[in-house]
């Protein structure tokens, strides 16, 4: 069992940023790929960001085209922790985000359904 626990959101004024974590509990961190959804209100949740699990030395990560200039996910696996700095805020980035982990580690998924264990989510509102 993995759980999930998302800090740092917050209200933030247009062009501001913030660093969203997410604590994992569970021996299996390491070898997750993980992932940053979002669900504005009256809209499905959608893909922000996802990392792999380390492989040959090297993580890949995956952005959504919307944020990819804008967003950079890490993670520190000494730490069982996974980060989302966001950068240029924008008014559409308002949502609750949710950090989500697959405990296969194959690759870096984009589909929610993949993922095995979720957080509970953090608010972000950008004010305009």
């Known amino acids: 069992q993995v759980q999930l626990v998302e800090s740092g959101g917050g209200l933030v004024q247009a062009g501001g940023s913030l660093r969203l974590s997410c604590a994992a509990s569970?021996?299996?961190?390491?070898?997750?790929?993980m992932g940053w959804f979002r669900q504005a209100p009256g809209k499905e949740r959608e893909f922000v960001a996802g990392?792999?699990?380390?492989?040959?030395?090297?993580?890949?990560?995956e952005y959504a085209d919307s944020v990819k200039d804008r967003f950079a996910i890490s993670r520190d696996n000494a730490k069982n922790t996974v980060f989302l700095l966001m950068i240029s805020l924008k008014s559409e980035d308002t949502a609750v985000y949710y950090c989500?982990?697959?405990?296969?580690?194959?690759?870096?998924?984009?589909?929610?359904?993949?993922?095995?264990?979720w957080g509970r989510g953090t608010q972000v509102t950008v004010s305009s």
């Open positions: 569970g021996r299996t961190f390491s070898s997750s790929a």
């Open positions: 989500a982990a697959e405990s296969a580690g194959v690759g870096v998924p984009r589909r929610g359904r993949d993922y095995d264990y």
């Open positions: 990392i792999s699990r380390r492989s040959g030395g090297v993580y890949y990560a």
